[in-house]
């Protein structure tokens, strides 16, 4: 008996060690996660951790973030060259796309939404992950661009309307105002580097074709006219050529077009083969070439190029680590680029 019950009594201790070692273990879990645990609070507190909101991604969440593969991305440049161990993804999770690099390379602004039962706003982040919020709140704004002076944002809305029109907003997301209007789709906005003069897509002629007006508000005027479609207007920081991809004839592949600003014929630097398309021009700060994204050399993944205008020359802009990559921009120093992609 006396046997039986040394063991019963070890048995007992040997519980009683577990459960204490759970309890302080579900205290130090609690403590970690920010839980009801005073003392977990006042460490948090002491570390000065930001608190994660949908309308706020922090440096807190940027090692998450590196671990989605999709999304919008900022990398360091050297000799128009992506550092690799540089670069960095933006943003909540979610589906975020079009970056576009702040002039001065320290900001970024994107669109897009964090998951499917929200709409799609806009988004401003400093290009190291910090600062990182949303700048609408209507679910339909995209396609942001910068003015020259970087003190507003251009995008366009379909907030208040059955149709997308163009909006203009302080680079803090202030002063939002609605610039067109009228039973018609406006998209795409861009700012000539004078800041006097939008250029955006519309259909208001019964094809999506590019337009342009005065900042301060005056009547449109038609700048391409045809049945296709026009996208992504870009002017050069000299203003001297407008660059856009489009399909001219309804149902051909897209390929980007250069026109003299702002009433030239269009040329087409690069000359398609079957199955190879091009969109989104962006001007590099010579304006000798611009920046695209497509199908090219046989390769049916999304991949950046920068096109010699003058010459057509076609060469491979490579990030080292991705699958695919688009939408790509430059500050003026061409130092930092945004783009979005996926990590392989």
């Known amino acids: 008996m006396n046997?039986?019950?040394?063991?019963?009594?070890?048995?007992?201790?040997?519980?009683?060690?577990?459960?204490?070692?759970?309890?302080?273990?579900?205290?130090?879990?609690?403590?970690?996660?920010?839980?009801?645990?005073?003392?977990?609070?006042?460490?948090?507190?002491?570390?000065?951790?930001?608190?994660?909101?949908?309308?706020?991604?922090?440096?807190?969440?940027?090692?998450?973030?590196?671990?989605?593969?999709?999304?919008?991305?900022?990398?360091?440049?050297?000799?128009?060259?992506?550092?690799?161990?540089?670069?960095?993804?933006?943003?909540?999770?979610?589906?975020?796309?079009?970056?576009?690099?702040?002039?001065?390379?320290?900001?970024?602004?994107?669109?897009?939404?964090e998951d499917r039962t929200t709409g799609s706003d806009i988004w401003s982040s400093a290009v190291d992950g910090s600062q990182c919020r949303r700048l609408t709140s209507d679910g339909r704004s995209e396609g942001p661009s910068w003015s020259p002076d970087a003190e507003a944002i251009f995008y366009s809305?379909?907030?208040?309307?059955?149709?997308?029109?163009?909006?203009?907003?302080?680079?803090?997301?202030?002063?939002?105002?609605?610039?067109?209007?009228?039973?018609?789709?406006?998209?795409?906005?861009?700012?000539?580097?004078?800041?006097?003069?939008?250029?955006?897509?519309?259909?208001?002629?019964?094809?999506?074709?590019l337009w342009r007006m005065e900042v301060s508000g005056r009547e449109p005027v038609q700048v391409t006219r045809h049945e296709g479609t026009d996208f992504k207007p870009c002017i050069s920081l000299d203003g001297r050529f407008l660059a856009y991809h489009t399909g001219e004839?309804?149902?051909?592949?897209?390929?980007?077009?250069?026109?003299?600003?702002?009433?030239?014929?269009?040329?087409?630097?690069?000359?398609?083969k079957p199955g190879e398309w091009l969109h989104g021009p962006f001007w590099t700060a010579d304006g000798r070439r611009v920046l695209v994204h497509g199908y090219l050399m046989g390769v049916s993944l999304t991949r950046l190029y920068l096109v010699d205008v003058g010459s057509g020359q076609v060469e491979l802009f490579p990030v080292p680590g991705f699958t695919r990559w688009g939408h790509g921009s430059f500050d003026r120093k061409e130092t930092v680029m945004a783009f979005d992609g996926e990590r392989s």
């Not at 309307?161 to 203009?168: K, L, M, V």
């Not at 004839?249 to 009433?263: C, E, L, Q, T, Y």
């Open 3 to 113: 046997g039986i019950t040394l063991d019963i009594r070890i048995l007992i201790l040997l519980v009683a060690a577990w459960f204490l070692s759970e309890v302080r273990g579900d205290s130090l879990v609690r403590s970690v996660r920010g839980g009801d645990h005073r003392e977990g609070r006042k460490q948090i507190r002491g570390a000065e951790a930001p608190v994660i909101s949908p309308a706020s991604v922090h440096a807190a969440n940027a090692q998450d973030a590196q671990r989605i593969k999709t999304g919008v991305w900022t990398a360091r440049l050297r000799n128009r060259q992506v550092v690799p161990d540089t670069i960095l993804r933006l943003g909540p999770k979610g589906a975020f796309y079009q970056p576009m690099m702040h002039p001065n390379g320290t900001f970024v602004v994107f669109w897009g939404r």
């Open 157 to 209: 809305s379909g907030n208040g309307s059955s149709h997308p029109h163009i909006w203009r907003m302080d680079a803090d997301g202030g002063n939002q105002r609605q610039l067109t209007d009228g039973p018609w789709s406006d998209s795409r906005p861009c700012v000539s580097p004078d800041g006097n003069t939008l250029v955006f897509v519309s259909n208001r002629s019964g094809s999506a074709n």
């Open 249 to 272: 004839i309804k149902g051909s592949p897209h390929n980007v077009a250069v026109m003299r600003w702002p009433d030239g014929e269009p040329t087409f630097p690069v000359q398609l």
